[in-house]
C-alpha cells in the first residue's frame, strides 16, 4: 500500500466522523490522547506489541550513536537524522482539534505543493519556492531550522549537509543509520520492525517529494486545478479575471466541506504567489468585485483569516482602508 493511500485516508477521516479502521497489514492509527482527539500512524511489532512511527527509535539503544567511529556520520548527524526520520511521520496524524485546523491546512498546502512542483515540471523556475515549501512543512511538523536548514533538493532528490559541509541523499543516510543500528543487539521480531521502518522511510521521502507516489485529491471539483502552484501562475498570467472568478467561487456559502478544502488552498497560492510580494493586485479583484455588492468584502476577509503571508498591515498602501477599517476581529 502507498503512502498515497494511507494519506488519503486521513483526509477522508477530516471530512468523516464515522470512517472505518485503516485496512493495512502492519500500519494502523493509534489514539495516544483520546481528549485531543488525535490519531498517529502506528506499526505493528507482533502481536502483543506495536510502535508509533514517530517512536522508531525507542527500538533501540540511542547511545549506540555517542560512541560510534563512523567514516562519514558523526554523533550530531546521526541524532539529527533520527530526529528527522521521526517527525517526518507527523505528517500523517489525523488532529482534529479545533485548535489544530490551521495548522492541518498549511501542512497539507506544503506537502501538495513539494510534490506536485515535482511531478508536473518547473515551468516557472519556482525551485526556490519548493525548497522553502518542503521547510516550512517540516517547521510545522515539530522540526527547528538546525535540522531542515540542511536539507536542499537536487533532481527531485532530498540532499542532507553533513557537519563536514558534504551533502548525501537522504537515502543514503538511512541506509547508513540503519546498518549502524543492526550492529546492536536486538529480537528477531524487533529487527524485522526496524527493517520494515527502514523501507517505510524511504517511501517516505519520495511521497513528500511526489516521487513515484504522487497524491492527488480525488474531489470532483472543477476548481481543483487551480491548487496546484504552477497550474494557478500559469491561470493568473495569462487570464486573471478567470482566477480572480474562482477566488470569489471560493466564499460560496453552499459549498460543500470539501470544495471550501480545496478553496481555502487557492486562497492560499493567491496569498503566497501573489499578494506576499505585490499586495496591490488585490485592486484588481476590487475592481471585478464592483458590481457585486459585499463579495470583496468577503474574500478579504477569508484571505485575512487564513494569516497565510498576508495580514491587514500587508495593505496598507493599496487603497482599501475604508474595508481594512471594518474588518473586526481580524489582524
Request: aromatic content about 12%; some cysteine; glycine content about 4%.
Amino acid at each position: 500500500m502507498s503512502f498515497s493511500i494511507i494519506y488519503d485516508y486521513k483526509l477522508r477521516a477530516y471530512f468523516n466522523e464515522r470512517i472505518s479502521d485503516l485496512n493495512h497489514e502492519d500500519l494502523f492509527y493509534s489514539y495516544p490522547d483520546q481528549e485531543q482527539n488525535l490519531r498517529i500512524l502506528t506499526l505493528n511489532i507482533n502481536e502483543q506489541n506495536h510502535i508509533s512511527l514517530v517512536r522508531w527509535h525507542d527500538l533501540f539503544d540511542r547511545s549506540l550513536f555517542t560512541k560510534m567511529d563512523h567514516p562519514i556520520l558523526s554523533v550530531a548527524d546521526a541524532e539529527r537524522l533520527i530526529r528527522l526520520l521521526s517527525l517526518m511521520f507527523n505528517v500523517f496524524d489525523i488532529h482534529k482539534d479545533v485548535a489544530y485546523s490551521r495548522k492541518n491546512l498549511c501542512c497539507v498546502y506544503y506537502q501538495y505543493q513539494v510534490s506536485h512542483l515535482a511531478e508536473r515540471g518547473n515551468e516557472f523556475s519556482l525551485t526556490q519556492d519548493r525548497l522553502f515549501f518542503l521547510h516550512q512543512l517540516l517547521f510545522e511538523l515539530g522540526l527547528g531550522d538546525d535540522i531542515y536548514d540542511r536539507l536542499t533538493i537536487e533532481n527531485n532528490k532530498i540532499l542532507y549537509s553533513m557537519e563536514d559541509g558534504q551533502q548525501y541523499d537522504l537515502h543514503i543516510l538511512i541506509d547508513m543509520l540503519h546498518e549502524h543500528i543492526n550492529k546492536n543487539k536486538m529480537d528477531m521480531d524487533t529487527r524485522a520492525a526496524l527493517g520494515k521502518i527502514k523501507i517505510l522511510q524511504g517511501q517516505l521521502v519520495n511521497f513528500i517529494l511526489g516521487s513515484h507516489d504522487v497524491y492527488d485529491f480525488p474531489y470532483d471539483d472543477f476548481n481543483k486545478s487551480f491548487a496546484e502552484a504552477t497550474m494557478f501562475i500559469q491561470a493568473y498570467n495569462s487570464n486573471k479575471n478567470r482566477v480572480l472568478e474562482v477566488l470569489i467561487d471560493s466564499i460560496n456559502e453552499h459549498q460543500s466541506p470539501t470544495e471550501q478544502f480545496i478553496s481555502n488552498m487557492i486562497l492560499m497560492n493567491y496569498s503566497y504567489f501573489v499578494l506576499k510580494s505585490n499586495p496591490s493586485e488585490i485592486t484588481y479583484l476590487k475592481l471585478l468585485c464592483k458590481k457585486k455588492p459585499g463579495v470583496f468584502m468577503k474574500v478579504l476577509t477569508a484571505l485575512l483569516e487564513l494569516r497565510f503571508f498576508v495580514d491587514k498591515s500587508s495593505f496598507t498602501n493599496t487603497g482599501i482602508n475604508y474595508y481594512l477599517s471594518r474588518l473586526k476581529g481580524v489582524k
